[in-house]
């Protein structure tokens, strides 16, 4: 069951990063209802899969790595920059989001972002998600990359 559990979280970080870069895509192109949107979906994609990640620990299922001995040291700067700013990622997404959200509510609506109100809260948004979104993608693409490393050169722990 953790291994089941294990795939589905590597599926919801996939996602999440592919939704956050719809996002940036359509935030780009002026589309800030579907960026919301989009989002959204990322932030949910990616709390679904602290669920999953926290569940299959929970369970006991972990894999160490039994690979080449040539490449262990490159697959433990992978995994320590992973999990550092993984760590970081939580706190920078989520005062991203607060200050949209607050924002939004400042302003009323999508359309009205520019309210003297609104704008100091969406200029900070702009400030965190400059470091939110590289960060959330090199946590997404590494946590791909560990997840295909183990699953050829990983052994269950068992205990």
Do not use: D
């Amino acid at each position: 069951m953790a291994a089941i559990i294990n795939q589905w979280a590597v599926i919801t970080i996939v996602l999440s990063g592919i939704a956050l870069t719809v996002g940036v895509f359509l935030i780009r192109s002026g589309n800030r209802e579907a960026h919301m949107r989009a989002m959204l979906i990322a932030s949910g994609l990616a709390t679904l899969f602290l669920v999953l990640y926290l569940t299959r620990l929970g369970l006991g299922y972990e894999k160490k790595y039994v690979g080449p001995e040539q490449w262990r040291g490159a697959y433990f700067f992978l995994l320590i920059s992973h999990i550092l700013l993984a760590a970081l990622n939580l706190p920078l997404a989520l005062l991203a989001l607060w200050n949209a959200w607050k924002g939004l509510r400042a302003a009323g609506n999508l359309g009205n972002i520019g309210a003297p109100a609104a704008r100091p809260f969406f200029n900070r948004h702009r400030a965190w998600v400059r470091w939110t979104v590289p960060v959330w993608l090199y946590v997404a693409a590494t946590g791909w990359i560990i997840y295909l490393v183990l699953g050829r050169y990983g052994e269950v722990v068992k205990g």
